[in-house]
């Protein structure tokens, strides 16, 4: 065993040692300005960012920008400002001569590029499929009260649940398991029948929500033939020259008579950037339209958010991200699972994100980069229902006062993917396994009152009944996928890509009762199951004219049931 991991360190002492001096000896600068279109006049405070590095500058007051030790080879470079369209362009370095970026005034231009759909930086326009993007600035906007409220603008998104703090999000008509929910990658999951993991995600930290509608992507594996939704966090970005930026953003919600507050600082370094944020709302039940009180909506809500990078050498990024989130007193004013006049809410829901990525921009001309990344992150969700329900009978007047269920959702994961290169085919590729535990329970307070013959209470007794409403258990997929999207001629852009992943669930023997006595009766045995879900994808764009596209998706997919749904129906 210790000859092994000697080995590996010394491979890994190798990596790293080649990739830095292969970063220290090929570096170039990059400078250039940016001007308006029309009037040719220099820009100042335009937004200009080597996304693949994660390099960004602004331009100063002559419109001009500058990098320095920039890794040679092939980069993208994005620009944008408020009031123009975005430009996105390849650069190749070295680069002798300055470059000048011309922007077209547009105000209400959208975002148009993305990294869900293909795992790298891509234009919608040639993704086969319908992509929607909902930016930070719309979120300052609108200050919407929930992520759905703010999708379910877009075309084809709707939500589902009239709970304001935590909704659930409808792609053409799918919702629960069949759309999955990630921030920054990391897959977000909880019950079943409540939604609650919408509401455990800040969204003074979002930079961007990317949405794709449908199978048109294999790179998430199982349950993703509804489709994808991607919270993308902020975080820090490298800079030529040390600085520090400070943020602060109250809100006030007057429907809801409650104050939020947004914090946020950064320091910036050539090769080291940190951030931190915080982001608190405490909100009452909200006033409908006609003035009326929407019993049982209030919340109270928390997020700290903690990002790190280092540029350990040119083709060496390294970023590390740590999110605590905690929700509590947030009320539930209906679901299906509930009595109709009972009331519900979350005393107390908490979800944590530790994320560490290390990205290798390798000197090979076919493979542009290797990224690997690994997260763990713990959902804790806890619920207490009043059903308000009382019932008569042999002389025993029985109320059950407090439904008390929760659960644990660990989930651990890793990903490794490339971004490959062959003439003109790019080929995302690569394998990814995480693991959920689901550790649930349920106790539930029963009053018992003895009644005589004029309904008098002669006693009153009260037990604490303890259950699982689902069995511990684990599941583990693990898959490989690949895309390739090339073109033909000028004018036809194809996308081929298959996913398939092996999944393993398994979970231990459950009794009916566990207090105030045991029941031996078993509800569900100790389980091992072995199931396959795929995916396959062919999609095309052909333009037809400048602003004319003819877009083509074929896709087809089999997912295999998640942990709740294997136990919802038992």
Same mark, same amino acid.
């Given at each position: 065993m210790?000859?092994?991991?000697k080995?590996?360190?010394?491979?890994t002492?190798?990596v790293?040692?080649?990739?830095?001096?292969?970063?220290?000896?090929?570096?170039?600068?990059?400078?250039?300005?940016?001007v308006?279109?029309?009037?040719? @006049?220099?820009?100042?405070?335009?937004?200009?960012q080597i996304?693949?590095?994660?390099?960004?500058v602004?331009?100063?007051?002559n419109?001009?920008?500058? #990098?320095?030790?920039?890794a040679?080879?092939?980069?993208?470079?994005?620009?944008?400002?408020?009031? &123009?369209?975005a430009q996105?362009?390849p650069?190749?370095?070295?680069?002798?001569?300055?470059?000048t970026?011309?922007?077209?005034?547009a105000?209400?231009?959208?975002?148009e590029i993305?990294?869900?759909?293909?795992?790298?930086?891509?234009?919608?326009?040639?993704?086969?499929?319908?992509?929607?993007?909902?930016s !930070?600035g719309e979120?300052r906007?609108?200050?919407?009260?929930?992520?759905?409220?703010?999708?379910?603008?877009?075309?084809?998104?709707?939500?589902?649940?009239? /709970?304001?703090?935590s909704?659930r999000?409808?792609?053409?008509g799918?919702?629960?398991?069949q759309?999955?929910? #990630?921030?920054d990658g990391?897959?977000?999951?909880?019950?079943?029948?409540?939604?609650?993991e919408?509401?455990?995600?800040?969204?003074?930290?979002?930079?961007?929500?990317?949405v794709?509608?449908?199978?048109?992507?294999?790179?998430?594996?199982?349950?993703?033939?509804g489709?994808?939704?991607n919270?993308?966090?902020r975080?820090?970005?490298f800079?030529?020259?040390?600085?520090?930026?400070?943020?602060?953003?109250?809100?006030?919600?007057? %429907?809801?008579?409650?104050?939020? /507050?947004?914090?946020?600082?950064?320091?910036?370094?050539?090769?080291?950037?940190?951030?931190?944020?915080?982001?608190?709302?405490?909100?009452g039940s909200?006033?409908?339209?006609?003035?009326v009180e929407?019993?049982?909506?209030?919340?109270?809500?928390?997020?700290?958010?903690?990002?790190?990078?280092f540029?350990?050498t040119?083709?060496?990024?390294?970023?590390?991200?740590?999110?605590d989130?905690? %929700?509590s007193d947030?009320?539930?004013?209906?679901?299906?699972?509930?009595?109709?006049?009972?009331?519900?809410?979350?005393?107390?829901?908490?979800r944590?994100?530790? *994320?560490?990525?290390w990205?290798?921009?390798?000197?090979?001309s076919?493979?542009?980069?290797?990224?690997?990344?690994?997260?763990?992150?713990?959902? =804790?969700?806890?619920?207490?229902?009043?059903?308000?329900?009382?019932?008569?009978?042999?002389?025993k007047r029985?109320?059950?006062e407090?439904? =008390?269920p929760g659960?644990?959702?660990?989930?651990?994961?890793?990903?490794?993917?490339?971004?490959?290169?062959?003439g003109?085919h790019?080929?995302?590729?690569?394998?990814?396994?995480w693991?959920?535990?689901?550790e649930? &329970? @349920?106790?539930?307070?029963v009053k018992?009152? /003895?009644? *005589?013959?004029?309904?008098?209470?002669?006693?009153?007794?009260t037990n604490?009944?303890?259950d699982?409403?689902?069995?511990?258990?684990?599941?583990?997929?693990?898959?490989?996928?690949?895309?390739? !999207? #090339?073109?033909?001629g000028?004018?036809?852009k194809l996308?081929?890509?298959?996913r #398939?992943?092996?999944?393993h669930?398994?979970n231990?023997?459950a009794?009916?009762?566990?207090?105030?006595a045991?029941d031996?009766?078993v509800?569900?045995?100790?389980?091992?199951?072995?199931?396959?879900?795929?995916s396959l994808?062919?999609? %095309?764009? &052909?333009?037809?004219?400048?602003?004319?596209?003819?877009?083509?998706?074929l896709?087809?997919s089999v997912?295999?049931?998640?942990?709740?749904?294997?136990?919802?129906?038992?």
């Amino acid at each position: 065993m210790q000859t092994w991991i000697k080995i590996a360190v010394l491979l890994t002492l190798t990596v790293f040692t080649a990739g830095s001096a292969t970063g220290q000896n090929q570096v170039s600068r990059v400078e250039g300005v940016v001007v308006d279109a029309e009037s040719g @006049r220099a820009l100042e405070g335009v937004s200009v960012q080597i996304r693949d590095l994660n390099l960004g500058v602004t331009t100063g007051r002559n419109g001009q920008f500058a #990098f320095r030790d920039v890794a040679v080879g092939e980069h993208t470079i994005h620009v944008s400002a408020v009031g &123009y369209a975005a430009q996105t362009f390849p650069l190749e370095t070295p680069r002798n001569a300055p470059l000048t970026v011309i922007l077209i005034p547009a105000p209400f231009v959208t975002e148009e590029i993305v990294t869900s759909a293909r795992g790298r930086e891509t234009s919608i326009a040639d993704i086969p499929g319908s992509v929607e993007v909902v930016s !930070a600035g719309e979120l300052r906007e609108r200050i919407p009260v929930s992520i759905p409220e703010a999708l379910s603008r877009k075309p084809g998104l709707a939500v589902s649940s009239d /709970m304001p703090w935590s909704q659930r999000v409808v792609i053409r008509g799918l919702q629960k398991d069949q759309v999955i929910l #990630f921030v920054d990658g990391a897959r977000v999951v909880t019950a079943t029948e409540t939604a609650a993991e919408f509401g455990t995600i800040a969204q003074g930290d979002i930079e961007r929500i990317e949405v794709l509608k449908g199978p048109i992507s294999v790179l998430y594996g199982s349950g993703s033939t509804g489709g994808v939704i991607n919270v993308i966090t902020r975080s820090g970005r490298f800079s030529d020259t040390p600085g520090l930026k400070v943020s602060l953003h109250p809100t006030y919600e007057t %429907a809801a008579e409650g104050m939020g /507050m947004y914090e946020r600082a950064e320091w910036s370094s050539p090769r080291f950037h940190i951030s931190l944020s915080q982001s608190n709302r405490d909100y009452g039940s909200y006033d409908a339209a006609d003035g009326v009180e929407v019993r049982n909506t209030q919340f109270r809500d928390r997020q700290t958010q903690v990002n790190l990078g280092f540029k350990l050498t040119e083709r060496h990024l390294l970023d590390i991200r740590r999110q605590d989130f905690k %929700a509590s007193d947030v009320g539930i004013p209906g679901a299906r699972s509930f009595p109709a006049n009972g009331v519900a809410r979350y005393p107390l829901t908490t979800r944590e994100l530790t *994320d560490a990525a290390w990205t290798w921009r390798t000197p090979v001309s076919w493979w542009k980069e290797s990224r690997v990344n690994a997260y763990y992150q713990p959902i =804790h969700r806890d619920v207490e229902l009043i059903p308000n329900v009382v019932t008569t009978a042999n002389g025993k007047r029985t109320t059950v006062e407090l439904i =008390h269920p929760g659960a644990y959702h660990k989930v651990s994961g890793g990903r490794w993917q490339n971004v490959l290169s062959f003439g003109n085919h790019a080929v995302v590729a690569g394998v990814e396994g995480w693991q959920k535990r689901m550790e649930s &329970y @349920r106790s539930k307070r029963v009053k018992v009152e /003895m009644l *005589d013959t004029e309904g008098n209470v002669t006693k009153t007794v009260t037990n604490i009944i303890e259950d699982l409403p689902v069995p511990e258990s684990t599941q583990r997929p693990i898959g490989a996928f690949a895309e390739d !999207a #090339f073109t033909v001629g000028e004018r036809l852009k194809l996308t081929l890509g298959g996913r #398939f992943d092996f999944i393993h669930t398994e979970n231990e023997q459950a009794f009916k009762q566990y207090a105030p006595a045991v029941d031996s009766t078993v509800v569900w045995q100790a389980a091992r199951d072995d199931d396959r879900s795929w995916s396959l994808v062919a999609g %095309a764009v &052909y333009k037809v004219a400048e602003h004319i596209d003819l877009n083509l998706t074929l896709a087809r997919s089999v997912r295999a049931p998640t942990i709740e749904e294997r136990f919802l129906d038992a």
